[in-house]
């Protein structure tokens, strides 16, 4: 089992930036793709990004694409979310997850989330 722990989330004005930390916990936690995900009120939740196990493959919703940069430090058991020039309309709670296995489909197969942490852009 992995445990995960987002912090980070906070109110924020259009064209602000948060960068969006997931602590984990679990001797396999270097071996495991990370994804993020968000869901508004009313929405369901979407794909926002992930990366692989060592850090050098990522996959991007066309959404956040060249604003959001994923990235992680084993070392650490953390995964963050740089997010820049935020929009209102990235507004959502954002969770982190966690799956096991090859480098498939990057955007599903997850069995570990976290409890979210919720980002407001303001206009």
């Known amino acids: 089992q992995v445990q995960l722990v987002e912090s980070g989330g906070g109110l924020v004005q259009a064209g602000g930036s948060l960068r969006l930390s997931c602590a984990g916990s679990?001797?396999?936690?270097?071996?495991?793709?990370m994804g993020w995900f968000r869901q508004a009120p009313g929405k369901e939740r979407e794909f926002v990004a992930a990366v692989n196990w060592s850090g050098y493959s990522t996959d991007y919703a066309d959404s956040v694409k060249g604003r959001f940069t994923v990235s992680r430090d084993n070392t650490k058991n953390t995964v963050y979310l740089q997010a820049n020039s935020l929009k209102p309309e990235d507004t959502a709670v954002y969770y982190c997850?966690?799956?096991?296995?090859?480098?498939?489909?990057?955007?599903?197969?997850?069995?570990?989330w976290g409890q979210g942490t919720q980002v407001t852009v303001s206009s």
């Open positions: 679990g001797r396999s936690f270097s071996l495991y793709t």
């Open positions: 997850a966690a799956k096991g296995g090859s480098w498939i489909d990057p955007r599903a197969g997850y069995v570990y």
